[in-house]
Structures are given as C-alpha cells and as structure tokens.
C-alpha cells in the first residue's frame, strides 16, 4: 500500500482527490491547518508550509506526494520548504499542480507560481507538473465579485478555458499513481469564454441585473490576455465537464 501525503487536501480539489486516492487503496496523510481525526481514515497534520516546521515528520515514510497547496502569495517559499524536505526524506515522486501560462503573465501570483513550478522540477526528487486552468469555482467566484459592484466592469479581450476541479482531481491522482513525468500537457476546459460570457451567465443564473461598462486591461498583462497567450488551444488534455453544468448545479 503507497502512502500518499496530499497538501490542501481540504481545498476545492483536495476534496475530490483524497477520496479517489483512498479508492484505490493508497494511504492518505493530509496537511491541514489543524491536526485532527475526521474519522475518514485520513491522517491529517498540522504543517505550515511557508515555515517549514514539521515538515520532515510529515513526509516520512511517504512514497508519493500530491502537493496542491497555494495562496495569493508564498506558494514559491512554501513549496521549496516541501522540496528540501522531500528531498531529505527520499521521497519517490512529487506530483505538483501549476497554472496556465505561468510563465508568460507578469504578475505577481504568476512569478509565485512559477517559482514554485521551477523549484520541483529542478529538485533531485523525480516528479510531474500539470499546468492547470482557472478552475470552475474561481471564474464563478470572479463574476460573484464583480456582480458586487454596481456597475460590472467588463474587460475587454480577457478569456478563459475555466475546467472542473473533478476533472482537474482525476487526472492529478493518475499522475500520483504512475511514474514521473516530468511537465506534462496543460490540463483545461472544453470550451474558451470571454470574461464577458462567464460574468453575464453568473448573473442570469442568480437572476442579478448590472449595466456593464467596457474596460481595458493596462500593462503587459493586458497584452498577453488580448493576444489569448494565456490560453492553451493545442497539445493540451480538456476536462469532460462544461461550465454550463456547473453553472446550473450552482442553482
């Protein structure tokens, strides 16, 4: 039996990938913010990423790890605080979830991520990195945000391939369950929308009614999104579910 230490096992993906890794009878340890016992024969401890304590208990013994963890910001130190640790420990493979053009938007969210995504692949332990797109709830959560507003600002140009945080999950736990693979095909949706189309679907599907008002995205960020760099339309894996599903299972 493989022993698995997931990090943000309790997030939106996490949620969907314990189970199926339980499913197919691995071990599972989780990172959590506290360390307690739900009952569902996962073990969960209480690891600070960003300070690096107890890091070297909780990867231990594990064969496998699933590191899906992230913040607005950090995600660069955090993951190489689990990289040494991994490293110490001999751990077999770590399989780490990163972002669609990662390397081509100049924010700082982005350089984060893409500090983390640099410091697995050029560690010693052998490992998998899926770029993954805006997740279903995150574009859903956007347009809520935007909807607070009274007048929706609507900028121009913006697009994205949102995927289901399912379909994101079962492929992420194939990656954990097979061998290294180093950077592999981006996982997104099945279907590009502009920000416009995702942030007018919200507002009909929670009967909202907002004048909208066009706006131009400033700087190089705006540049790559007009230009779709941060899309993935060839050589990428598309999830099965559509945002129109869960747009309707939100309601």
């Not at 739900?38 to 594990?62: C, N, T």
């Not at 990662?102 to 983390?116: C, H, I, M, R």
């Not at 400033?218 to 894996?237: E, F, S």
């Amino acid at each position: 039996m493989s022993t698995i230490l997931v990090t943000g096992g309790t997030g939106t993906i996490g949620r969907h990938a314990v189970p199926l890794l339980q499913a197919a009878g691995c071990k599972v340890r989780v990172l959590s913010r506290h360390a307690h016992d739900r009952g569902d024969g996962v073990e969960y401890l209480a690891v600070d990423l960003l300070k690096g304590d107890g890091l070297d208990q909780a990867v231990g013994g594990v064969d496998v790890i699933l590191h899906l963890a992230g913040g607005p910001k950090g995600d660069d130190i955090g993951t190489r605080n689990l990289v040494k640790a991994a490293e110490r420990a001999g751990v077999g493979h770590l399989v780490h979830i990163s972002v669609t053009a990662v390397d081509q938007l100049p924010l700082t969210y982005f350089k984060s991520k893409l500090g983390a995504e640099q410091a697995v692949l050029q560690s010693s332990v052998p490992s998998s990195v899926l770029r993954v797109a805006q997740l279903h709830d995150f574009a859903w959560n956007t347009a809520r945000m935007m909807a607070k507003l009274p007048i929706l600002p609507m900028p121009g140009g913006v697009r994205f391939q949102p995927v289901d945080g399912r379909d994101v999950a079962q492929r992420l736990v194939e990656l954990a369950l097979g061998e290294p693979q180093g950077l592999v095909p981006d996982l997104v949706g099945p279907k590009v929308y502009s920000l416009s189309e995702l942030a007018h679907d919200y507002l009909r599907a929670t009967g909202k009614h907002r004048v909208s008002l066009p706006v131009r995205v400033p700087g190089k960020a705006g540049k790559v999104y007009r230009a779709g760099k941060n899309l993935t339309l060839t050589g990428a894996d598309f999830g099965t579910h559509t945002w129109e599903d869960f747009v309707a299972a939100q309601v």
